[in-house]
């Protein structure tokens, strides 16, 4: 079993709608978790943190973790096309007393206009 | 705030060849990360610095590529020989600390013929 899965995609939403990007993790002890958002070409860029169970919003995004279920979401309301790239979540988890971050390999997203 | 340096931005060599890319990671931070991120992956981890020590080298392929990071600043990767399968982005991130969020360079684009 993969550490971090995200369904790949790529997942479509005509614009204004809600995309919800999905990741679960296999490792009981993580930490944190973050969203990135990564541009064809460009570098990854942090969007969200998130470090506790519940919901965190900041302008259209929503980040909601469970560490019950082991899964991390994020919701994009009033989606723009602008916003189309590929989102990676990322978990940071100890192992050896050191924080690890490993990589979902990110989904997909295209808004449509 | 300076972000993370890297260069050179692409890079073409052929196999067997060897390369160098160079990170200058945001003042301050004493976690500095090397990825390696294949098309249409995720980015993997191939070394964890924290100050001038390795924290994690688990996934470096040490018959070919080499890492070091002097007085726990700047930090060079190099891959001899190269392989046709090298061919990816190198991804240079740094941390404040263990759990905070990783910032990116623009990374380095290598091409292996």
């Known amino acids: 079993q993969k550490e971090v899965e995200q369904n790949s995609g790529p997942l479509s939403v005509p614009e204004g709608a809600i995309a919800s990007l999905n990741c679960t993790y296999s490792?009981?002890?993580?930490?944190?978790f973050f969203w990135y958002r990564q541009y064809s070409g460009k570098s990854p860029e942090l969007i969200m943190s998130i470090y506790s169970n519940g919901d965190k919003e900041d302008g259209r995004f929503t980040a909601q973790l469970n560490k019950a279920s082991q899964y991390v979401s994020l919701l994009i309301r009033d989606s723009q096309p602008s916003d189309s790239a590929t989102y990676l979540c990322a978990v940071n988890m100890v192992s050896n007393r050191t924080y690890k971050y490993i990589f979902g390999t990110g989904t997909r997203l295209k808004v449509l206009a | 705030e300076a972000g993370v340096a890297q260069s050179p931005r692409y890079k073409i060599i052929e196999k067997r060849q060897s390369v160098a890319f160079w990170c200058n990671p945001i003042s301050g931070h004493a976690t500095l990360y090397w990825y390696q991120q294949i098309l249409g992956q995720g980015p993997k981890l191939l070394i964890q610095f924290q100050n001038n020590g390795v924290v994690d080298d688990s996934q470096l392929p040490k018959d070919r590529f080499s890492a070091e990071r002097l007085k726990g600043v700047d930090s060079t990767l190099k891959i001899q020989p190269a392989k046709l399968e090298d061919s990816a982005v190198y991804l240079c991130a740094s941390s404040l600390e263990g759990n905070s969020p990783l910032h990116f360079g623009n990374g380095t684009r290598l091409t292996v013929t």
């Open positions: 490792d009981r002890v993580s930490q944190s």
